[in-house]
């Protein structure tokens, strides 16, 4: 069954920190890949997307994700944590890539909460 | 600005009663979603909708109807059927391939 997997249900880093947060898919061909975030009470932002090219991309707030083809994942990292990155991040990725009828809906990820200390 | 707009932002529902959750998008997508989030639950879909006048259930639709009536609304209706409603529902749209613009969700309670 296609699905996605974030394997970290908590980080805690240290502000000034470098994070990573993973992410793998299972799906046959390679689908559209999405970073959101989510500040408590608040609905959700896109970080980052990837549909083609280059395999390190660039979002906002000072976020990279870098897609890796043999290891269907999409990680998500930035060099140096602020307290203000303290949020839930979730992973999705778009079907329809490979046709059918999923016309752009989303399989997100469990999230992952990320607790930043000072 | 283009966006999604959730009202209201907080509902409180009685029991046996029925309550709407409004969705209302200018961004001229398609296809618009419901999903339900719990703590340490994800984003659960309850409906979605890839155009007007039809909508398919997602995987937790029993006790939520919905109505596609234009293109730009999406309203939630949680009925009595329901048995535990009291979770954070957000509205998302979407074209293919573009990811979602989600609102900013609305909070409900049972009382």
């Known amino acids: 069954a296609q699905s996605v997997t974030q394997p970290d249900i908590h980080i805690t880093v240290s502000e000034g920190a470098s994070l990573e947060l993973r992410c793998n898919y299972s799906?046959?061909?390679?689908?559209?890949l999405f970073w959101y975030v989510q500040s408590p009470g608040q609905g959700l932002q896109l970080l980052l997307k990837?549909?083609?090219?280059?395999?390190l991309v660039q979002g906002i707030k000072g976020f990279e994700a870098e897609f890796k083809r043999s290891q269907s994942s999409f990680n998500l990292r930035k060099p140096s944590v602020h307290w203000s990155d303290a949020a839930e991040y979730f992973c999705a990725v778009d079907l329809s890539r490979g046709g059918g009828t999923s016309y752009g809906k989303l399989t997100f990820g469990q999230g992952t909460i990320l607790t930043v200390h000072p | 600005d283009g966006g999604i707009t959730q009202s209201p932002k907080y509902l409180f529902r009685k029991e046996g009663q029925n309550v709407t959750l409004s969705c209302e998008q200018n961004?001229?997508?398609?296809?618009m979603y419901w999903y339900r989030q719990d703590p340490g639950q994800g984003l659960r879909l309850i409906y979605y909708s890839q155009i007007v006048n039809d909508f398919q259930k997602g995987d937790i639709a029993e006790g939520y109807s919905v109505s596609r009536e234009k293109k730009e609304s999406f309203p939630l209706t949680v009925t009595s059927a329901q048995k535990n409603p009291t979770a954070f529902y957000l509205c998302?749209?979407?074209?293919?391939?573009?990811?979602?613009?989600f609102g900013s969700g609305t909070r409900l309670t049972v009382v």
């Open positions: 961004l001229n997508h398609d296809a």
């Open positions: 998302a749209s979407s074209i293919r391939g573009s990811g979602y613009t």
């Open positions: 990837y549909f083609s090219g280059d395999t």
């Open positions: 799906y046959g061909a390679t689908p559209y």
